[in-house]
C-alpha cells in the first residue's frame, strides 16, 4: 500500500531553517505530483507547495514563495522542503500529500 513518511521537524528559531523529508513507498513515485500542506492548532490544513513529476515545475502559496523550496529525489522516491527565515507563524504539523495519500506528519515549531 502506499505510505507516505515525513520526518526532519523540530523546534527552531526565528530566522532559522529546516529541512523536512518525505519518503515515499507504493507507489511509482516519479509518475506523481507532490505536495506540502500544513496545519497550525486551531486552523485548517493549508496547501504549501507543489512540485511536478520530473520537479521541473513548483508552484508555492504567497506566505512562503521566496523562503521555502521543494525539490524531489525520484531515485530515491523523496520529497523535501527546504525551509528558510522561517517565523512563528510556520509553526505548523507539516505533510507530504499524493491525492488521498497522506503521511502522519512533522512537527514544525518556531519559537524563541
Known amino acids: 500500500q502506499v505510505q507516505l513518511v515525513e520526518s526532519g521537524g523540530g523546534l527552531v528559531q526565528p530566522g532559522g531553517s529546516l529541512r523536512l523529508s518525505c519518503a515515499a513507498s507504493?507507489?511509482?513515485?516519479?509518475?506523481?505530483?507532490m505536495n506540502w500542506y500544513r496545519q497550525a492548532p486551531g486552523e485548517e490544513r493549508e496547501w504549501v507547495a507543489r512540485?511536478?513529476?520530473?520537479?521541473?515545475?513548483?508552484t508555492y502559496t504567497d506566505a512562503v514563495k521566496g523562503r521555502f523550496t521543494i525539490s524531489r529525489d525520484n531515485a530515491k522516491s523523496t520529497v523535501y522542503l527546504q525551509m528558510e527565515y522561517l517565523k512563528p507563524e510556520d509553526t505548523a504539523v507539516y505533510y507530504c500529500?499524493?491525492?488521498?495519500?497522506w503521511g502522519q506528519g512533522t512537527q514544525v515549531t518556531v519559537s524563541s
Open positions: 500529500n499524493r491525492g488521498i495519500y
Open positions: 507504493g507507489l511509482t513515485f516519479s509518475s506523481y505530483m
Open positions: 512540485i511536478t513529476a520530473s520537479g521541473g515545475d513548483t
